[in-house]
């Protein structure tokens, strides 16, 4: 069992810099790929990054290629979402997610065994 518990939302000006942090407890948190989706106001759950257990693949949805950077601290069981250049349409909340793989979890639906219970991100214009 995972437990996974986000911080670092709130609100920001366009343009403007947040970093999340996921923290998992369990002694297992190192075998599992992380993963950071969103989910606006009336639109469905999106993948945004991911990356494997070791840190060496990460995955990004190409909307956010550059902007955005997961990282991971196994030693401290927290998974990072550096969120740079913030527009208005970032707005959303962002779950932190663990699975089996990055792959699977860039792949969502699906791959995702267990999910945080979310972060609110507002950035305003």
């Known amino acids: 069992q995972v437990q996974l518990v986000e911080s670092g939302g709130g609100l920001v000006q366009a343009g403007g810099s947040l970093r999340l942090s996921c923290a998992a407890s369990g002694r297992t948190f190192s075998s599992y790929a992380m993963g950071w989706f969103r989910q606006a106001p009336g639109k469905e759950r999106e993948f945004v990054a991911a990356?494997?257990?070791?840190?060496?693949?990460?995955y990004y949805a190409d909307s956010l290629k550059g902007r955005f950077a997961i990282s991971r601290d196994n030693a401290k069981n927290t998974v990072y979402l550096q969120m740079n250049s913030l527009k208005p349409e970032d707005t959303a909340v962002y779950y932190c997610?663990?699975?089996?793989?990055?792959?699977?979890?860039?792949?969502?639906?699906?791959?995702?065994?267990?999910w945080g219970q979310g972060t609110q991100v507002t950035v305003s214009s």
């Open positions: 997610a663990a699975g089996r793989t990055s792959g699977k979890l860039r792949d969502y639906p699906g791959g995702i065994d267990y």
């Open positions: 990356i494997s257990w070791s840190g060496g693949i990460k």
